[in-house]
């Protein structure tokens, strides 16, 4: 390569005599970078979707090919976002697609040290045994000759990522226990 063909070639040089003076084009695109496509150029579609870590609920355009995820980021025409991601955000196409991602119930027995598989519903039937017999045993009629019908063997503290609606339901529900030690750690 010539010093006259490289000197053409060098970003800098075109970015101050071509046609790109801010370097945003042209100028700064090399040959290299001029044969890449985007990571999202073969999707089938885009899904809309609601990033699950936190409850600022940051918008996130969700790439499909062939009925499998192959690209999450950020959700232009999120009035929360506006198309940004934080690391945790920008890495929940684990979530979807991580080696690490558990399809089926784990279970460690007490005093155990290995987990063990479980059908989902007979760990659905173990956590139901359980909450009736916790509010059974921590149920109290009265307190001090007061009557309180309530149980103080439950309790829930929810999660930053779940929204008015899932908190709304929760309380419905942990409140038809009888339990009263209802919190959610929501920053947002």
């Not at 063997?153 to 990522?161: C, D, E, K, N, Q």
Request: hydrophobic share 35%; glycine share 10%; aromatic share 6%.
């Amino acid at each position: 390569m010539g010093v006259r063909t490289w000197i053409d070639s060098w970003p800098v040089y075109r970015q101050l005599t071509g046609t790109d003076p801010l370097g945003r084009g042209a100028a700064a695109k090399s040959a290299r970078s001029g044969r890449l496509t985007p990571r999202v150029a073969s999707a089938d579609r885009v899904v809309k979707s609601v990033c699950p870590y936190c409850a600022v609920g940051c918008g996130q355009n969700v790439y499909v090919e062939n009925g499998k995820v192959t690209q999450i980021e950020g959700d232009p025409d999120s009035p929360v976002s506006r198309g940004r991601l934080c690391p945790k955000g920008s890495a929940s196409l684990q979530l979807t697609t991580g080696d690490a991602r558990e399809h089926q119930v784990l279970y460690r027995r007490p005093h155990g040290t290995a987990w063990e598989h479980l059908d989902l519903d007979t760990a659905m039937d173990m956590i139901a045994d359980r909450v009736i017999e916790s509010r059974r045993a921590g149920w109290e009629w009265e307190v001090d000759e007061t009557r309180t019908r309530r149980t103080l063997g439950i309790a829930s503290l929810g999660g930053a990522t779940l929204d008015n609606e899932e908190n709304y339901l929760l309380k419905k529900l942990y409140t038809a226990l009888g339990a009263i030690q209802i919190e959610n750690q929501a920053r947002v």
